[in-house]
């Protein structure tokens, strides 16, 4: 080979040396960019978690006590109704079942609470896969409550208010008999 190709051949090398230097370091640049961004949306994320479990706790203490108050007035329609004469079974049993579904309610809120507050706190140390899984297990729980308080208000408007009626609708004098 002549003293030239050798030359070219040595260039070439050293321009292919170069490149894969500037590439592994492009490579490594482009890593902590990428951890940088995640960073940065993380703070913004948990920020907005803040503001979703702060409005949180706010709707549902008053989800909550119009329940409780709601049960509680039906406890005393109940027995006064019973004090009066009237037939009412099957608005108690309505009133548990009504109890049972606000219990399963207050059970996935807590859930809901105990994930906003675990992605408020420390969730960005574990990663961006553990976040996101995290983000949709908030997502999933926040729609099996909705669901739930759907499920309540339709047992409220068409079970228990029908029953109000019926009693209402009754004499005590039909219970005599």
């Known amino acids: 080979m002549k003293k030239s190709s050798y030359y070219i051949l040595a260039t070439w090398g050293i321009a292919l040396v170069v490149t894969l230097l500037n590439f592994d370091l492009s490579l490594a640049a482009n890593q902590a960019r990428q951890q940088n961004r995640f960073a940065d949306k993380c703070t913004q994320a948990q920020e907005r978690v803040t503001t979703r479990l702060n409005n949180h706790n706010t709707i549902y203490d008053k989800h909550h006590n119009a329940y ?11 027995t006064k109704a019973k004090a009066a004469g009237y037939d009412t ?22 859930q809901y609470a105990q994930t906003l ?22 997502r999933t729980q926040v729609k099996a409550m909705h669901e739930g308080a759907q499920t309540i208000r339709a047992f409220i408007r ?12 009754q004499t005590p004098a039909q219970n005599a008999n």
């Open 68 to 78: 409780n108050n709601l049960i509680t007035r039906l406890e005393t329609f109940i």
């Open 89 to 110: 079974a099957k608005l108690e049993q309505d009133v548990a079942e009504l109890k049972t579904k606000v219990e399963k309610f207050v059970a996935d809120n807590n």
């Open 117 to 138: 507050t675990q992605l408020q706190t420390g969730t960005c140390n574990q990663g961006e896969t553990t976040f996101r899984d995290s983000l949709t297990q908030a």
């Open 158 to 169: 068409e079970t228990i208010k029908t029953g109000i009626a019926v009693i209402r609708a």
